[in-house]
């Protein structure tokens, strides 16, 4: 009787902690995940992805948006995060021209300025891209939806507001 308790007991404690694994991420695919990618197969990677679809969600039943309206407003969404990954390539160059003026004994005003123009490239690309994005979301949404975003972004957020470490 003692045994068949401690196998029932080992059972249990096997499945507690396959379930707690479980609940923390691990699927049992590894590093690379199920297709061998890793996590940065996902568009927006992994908590941070699921967060940000369940706040979509919850903005899309919010404003009543209809299925093509969602479809329209999450191509603009991967849009613009497809731009503004590519604007990072370009502030990233700018770390070496920042080293390079920085390397001698007296600061490189030339290296030092391409590295400042690096970044105003890159920051008017960002910026071009967040308003071509708006302009999209702007479109797609008629005179109701976009009197109750304005109203959401004027309150300063929704049910995600009051959560998290930064309250």
């Given at each position: ?52 679809w369940m706040m979509l969600h919850w903005l899309f039943s919010r404003i009543d948006a ?102």
């Amino acid at each position: 009787m003692t045994a068949l308790a401690i196998v029932i007991f080992v059972l249990g404690m096997m499945a507690l902690r396959r379930a707690h694994r479980w609940h923390h991420g691990y699927h049992g695919y590894g590093w690379g995940g199920p297709f061998g990618q890793g996590c940065r197969s996902h568009r927006w990677g992994g908590r941070r992805r699921h967060r940000a679809w369940m706040m979509l969600h919850w903005l899309f039943s919010r404003i009543d948006a209809s299925p093509a309206q969602e479809r329209a407003i999450i191509a603009e969404l991967e849009k613009l995060q497809d731009r503004l990954h590519a604007t990072r390539a370009g502030v990233h160059e700018a770390r070496g021209d920042l080293a390079a003026a920085l390397r001698g004994p007296v600061l490189d005003d030339a290296a030092l300025g391409a590295a400042l123009g690096r970044v105003d490239t890159a920051t008017g690309a960002a910026r071009s891209a967040v308003i071509d994005a708006l302009r999209g979301v702007h479109g797609v949404l008629d005179d109701r939806q976009r009197g109750q975003l304005a109203d959401l972004l004027d309150r300063g957020g929704g049910w995600w507001r009051g959560f998290g470490p930064y309250r």
